[in-house]
């Protein structure tokens, strides 16, 4: 096998600002479709550090910047300050002073941009196409050298600061963190609203911004990543060029304090949920010493081990008793010294009701580690995978990339990074039992996340941010010395050997082809379905993709259909929880689920063992009976999922609402849940044995295969699938609701009883040709960064602003949609008209035959570039295989259609689309319960007012 490594190049003498950083990273990347791949390490004299990346494969180039200043850092009276800081910096530069020059940008360049504020860092990140790069990184690193904070911006972004507030009102998982900052350490920064508002934001005087933003953003505190095509040598010249002037202001690290006080360990929060939750999540401080030694990373470790669901783990055993749902062991690094450990366990009802024996169970599962330990061969299992994944990765999506890079280079001495953050180096049997030993009850925080009248409990206090309802009380005396000292549970263990990790990693294709595309070939086809395959010699991952959709004559088309079907896949992940826990951690990611009239099987990951699990897979399921009390828990667990559903945000559910109405096989989410209630066991039981009776399968199988795996693969299911022949005439098909030509634009409304509205129209531009797909996917790119900019940067109708290009069924959509705290969703339609009208009344004007070029030009390279990995050039193929029939050439015809597509055509294309001539346009307007009143004017008719008023007659005075 052909083994490389990243090579690490000198750069410093040829650069007077920067030097050299020795890697010190052990792990070779031995993938050699990315054998061209190099890196550097710099600093520059002002104290940043830059880790660069030149990959002659990348499809675009990307940068993303970390300041290791965030939300801890806000002032005690101005809370929210990062936040609003990460804002503000895209509102405008000395030197490119629009408000929208980087969307602008990397829209037209066809990139992204965004940005995020964590505990201690806050992470600014953009891609665009590879020879756009140069220009994306001057005005990039402008945000951290003469941003302008001007005061009409300020004024507005207020305003979209409140909006994400009043979005991550109703996340439960939000509001529990705001309950932790309450009860938390009083002396740690983590008690600091770190959202904002424009209420405590709005009083901030202008010059304390500017003079926070110099004091903080400092050049020693910033961590940057580059992923480009370009050579090493250009883009090591361009970080000196554009950051080499960023300020160094030398700021003081934060000082260390836990997190947790003792107001909270050893009590227990009764937290009142949004959505249908059961929840008890045990929550402990993790001391320094643990947090800052990355060679052993010990907490990671336990949480590994809790984390098994083999027949005898903690999860197994809660799983027989009905107490659960779902376990969740983790470990959570917060700032360069804190971090917290988490068992969350999603609960059935009986569980709620008995909540203290699960908490005893979790704790019987640690005591397991305090006097035994975490076998080595469980770090073993969790080093290799880990060190297998790096070594055998794949090239994957560049804006991501430097995300989660510039994110981790904090952790991490720069001159071993990635090292450490990959896996621990170290094992130590005594620490992984001197761990356990501080995940004691006394020290715990325990959230119990659960409706009231469950387990009939009072709120008796109100969080202030959020409103959030909830009790605390200390746990008893007994409860706590119980918990540290549980009897012995021979059923609950953590070693057990994993067997599908992976013997050896050997490509069947050891030469690299370059020749693109490798079109799949119809391996097999006959009464029982289809199977598409190809050997992969491109991408040369010892990985695997089989993706295997299941077609019943027992799925129909109606919500009950579709109700049975998630019932199904739900009763075989918790029948195969074993099998997949065991992939996974083998690095072989499974799922099954219910897709299109189907009941889908996805497997992804390292190919030796992948044959095997397909076999054990299907083995368990056509073996497997079930009891009329397990069906009981998973039909209460689907309809908790249902039912959280029904409560996503206003945008989310015009979303759902759309497709709703559409598309067939798309019912609601409270639909199902209707559908869903009043269903019983037999029922069930009846559709679960029909459904293997007459099936029909549509396979795909691709990657480090040979042609006899393939073929295997299709024994294995004729072997545990056999059944009578499910004629393709007969199979259940998508299809999209055209709207009529006349009598639109048609409207419908739903209410919710989520806080917000929304509003979304669906604009049909026509039946799919290759000439319109071309109109629509540059008119798209164009469109949306406009949108963005004017509704959401200016107007500042809310957090969520969208807009988009898709299609149903070969439909051709554009779609625009937004979610206000402040705006009635008619309002926001009327907006959203108002702003296309003018948009196609200017549209030479909005899209220059000169940005046209550019953005079709930036859509060529796009899709004439291969895929980034096996993964999504397989995901690629199994939909143009049976979605599209077969037409794997479409990406080129799309291509073509492009290339043919003149600046005249697309301008009177576009503005058929846009022009409200075109009445196909569906609105659909989601109005949610609201804390501040909308700016809405109440309909009523002269009676109904003067009902409510009253006449005054003035008598006016003579000046005589």
């Not at 360990?265 to 993790?286: A, C, F, T």
């Not at 077969?886 to 294309?909: H, Q, T, W």
């Amino acid at each position: 096998m052909q083994w490389t490594r990243c090579l690490f190049l000198t750069v410093v003498s040829t650069f007077m600002h920067a030097k050299t950083i020795e890697d010190l990273n052990d792990l070779m990347i031995k993938t050699p479709s990315l054998s061209e791949r190099k890196i550097a390490k710099i600093k520059l004299e002002n104290g940043l550090t830059a880790f660069i990346v030149s990959d002659p494969g990348a499809d675009q180039s990307a940068a993303a910047l970390a300041v290791n200043v965030g939300a801890w850092h806000d002032p005690d009276n101005y809370e929210g300050m990062a936040h609003f800081t990460e804002h503000l910096l895209f509102l405008g530069t000395k030197n490119y002073p629009a408000e929208d020059e980087l969307f602008q940008y990397c829209g037209t360049h066809g990139g992204l941009v965004n940005a995020y504020t964590w505990t201690d860092r806050t992470v600014y990140m953009f891609s665009v196409q590879n020879d756009a790069f140069e220009g994306g990184l001057a005005r990039f690193s402008d945000f951290f050298k003469n941003p302008l904070f001007s005061k009409n911006g300020v004024q507005r972004e207020l305003n979209a600061v409140n909006q994400e507030h009043a979005k991550n009102i109703e996340s439960d998982n939000h509001r529990q963190w705001m309950i932790l900052k309450t009860l938390g350490n009083p002396q740690h920064d983590n008690r600091k609203f770190s959202t904002g508002t424009a209420e405590t934001l709005g009083r901030i005087p202008h010059e304390e911004l500017v003079n926070w933003f110099s004091t903080h953003y400092s050049a020693d505190r910033m961590y940057l990543t580059i992923y480009t095509k370009h050579p090493l040598d250009q883009a090591t010249s361009w970080v000196e060029e554009y950051f080499a002037e960023i300020r160094n202001a030398k700021v003081e690290p934060l000082s260390y304090t836990k997190l947790l006080s003792r107001e909270i360990e050893g009590h227990i929060v009764y937290q009142k949920p949004v959505r249908d939750l059961r929840n008890i999540s045990l929550i402990w401080d993790v001391s320094s010493d643990y947090v800052t030694d990355l060679d052993k990373q010990t907490p990671t470790l336990i949480a590994y081990a809790l984390n098994q669901k083999t027949p005898s783990s903690l999860y197994q055993c809660l799983k027989d008793e009905g107490l659960i749902e779902n376990i969740d062991a983790s470990y959570s690094h917060l700032g360069d010294k804190n971090g917290l450990f988490e068992i969350s366990c999603d609960l059935t009802k009986q569980g709620a009701l008995n909540y203290g024996e699960v908490i005893k169970r979790c704790y019987q599962a640690i005591s397991t580690i305090q006097k035994n330990g975490v076998p080595e061969f469980i770090f073993q299992e969790m080093t290799k995978m880990a060190e297998l994944r790096y070594e055998y990765q794949s090239r994957t999506n560049a804006f991501n990339f430097v995300s989660n890079a510039a994110h981790q280079m904090i952790n991490e001495s720069f001159s071993t990074f990635p090292r450490k953050q990959v896996s621990p180096t170290s094992y130590s049997y005594e620490e992984t039992k001197s761990f356990a030993k501080t995940l004691i009850p006394a020290k715990a925080a325990v959230f119990f996340t659960v409706p009231c009248d469950l387990v009939s409990w009072k709120p008796t206090n109100k969080e202030k941010w959020y409103g959030t309802e909830y009790s605390i009380a200390k746990i008893d005396k007994n409860s706590l010395a119980a918990w540290g000292s549980p009897s012995s549970s021979e059923s609950i263990s953590i070693c057990s050997v994993n067997p599908y990790l992976p013997d050896e990693v050997a490509l069947v294709n050891k030469v690299k082809s370059d020749s693109f595309p490798i079109e799949p070939v119809l391996l097999e086809n006959d009464s029982l379905g289809k199977l598409y395959f190809f050997s992969d010699a491109f991408y040369l991952a010892p990985k695997a993709e089989i993706y295997l959709a299941i077609k019943s004559k027992a799925i129909q088309d109606d919500p009950e259909s579709e109700v049975m079907t998630d019932l199904l896949a739900l009763c075989y992940q918790r029948q195969l929880s074993n099998v997949f826990s065991y992939a996974n951690r083998a690095g072989i990611a499974s799922s099954l689920e219910r897709g299109d009239f189907c009941l889908q099987l996805s497997i992804s990951g390292f190919s030796q063992k992948a044959n095997t699990l397909v076999n054990d897979v299907f083995y368990q399921i056509k073996n497997t009976e079930l009891e009329e009390k397990t069906f009981s828990l998973i039909k209460d667990e689907l309809l908790s999922e249902y039912d959280s559903k029904t409560k996503q945000i206003a945008f989310s559910q015009a979303n759902e609402t759309l497709s709703h109405v559409l598309q067939n096989g798309s019912a609601t989410s409270f639909q199902l849940y209707q559908t869903l209630l009043p269903l019983n066991f037999e029922k069930f039981k009846a559709f679960k044995a029909q459904f293997f009776d007459s099936i029909y399968i549509e396979g795909f199988a691709g990657g480090n295969l040979c042609e006899e795996d393939a073929k295997s693969l299709w024994k294995i299911c004729k072997k545990e699938l056999f059944s009578k022949p499910f004629g393709t005439k007969e199979h259940l098909q998508k299809s999209v609701l055209i709207l009529p030509e006349t009598g639109g634009p048609f409207a419908i409304a739903a209410s919710s009883s989520m806080q917000g509205n929304a509003a979304l129209i669906a604009l049909q531009l026509g039946s799919h040709s290759y000439q319109k797909r071309a109109c629509q996917l540059i008119l798209g790119r164009a469109f949306q960064d406009a949108f963005f900019n004017q509704l959401r940067t200016k107007q500042q109708l809310g957090y969520i602003v969208r807009a988009w290009p898709t299609y149903m069924q070969d439909e051709l959509i554009l779609c625009m949609g937004a979610q206000s705290a402040t705006y009635a969703p008619e309002e926001l339609v009327i907006r959203f008209e108002a702003f296309a009208e003018e948009y196609q009344k200017n549209l030479s004007e909005e899209i220059t035959e000169e940005s046209f070029e550019k953005i079709k030009n930036a859509l060529i390279v796009q899709y004439m570039e291969p895929p980034r990995n096996l993964q999504e050039l397989s995901t690629r193929y199994f939909t143009y295989a049976y979605e599209f029939k077969g037409e794997f050439d479409r990406y080129l015809k799309i291509v073509n259609a492009l290339k043919d597509l003149d600046y005249k055509g697309f301008i009177d294309s576009a503005r058929a689309f846009l022009s409200r001539e075109n009445t196909k346009r569906l609105a659909i307007q989601i109005t949610g319960e609201n804390r501040q009143a909308l700016y809405k004017y109440k309909p009523c008719s002269k009676d109904e007012l003067q009902a409510c008023s009253q006449f005054v007659t003035k008598v006016v005075e003579s000046d005589f």
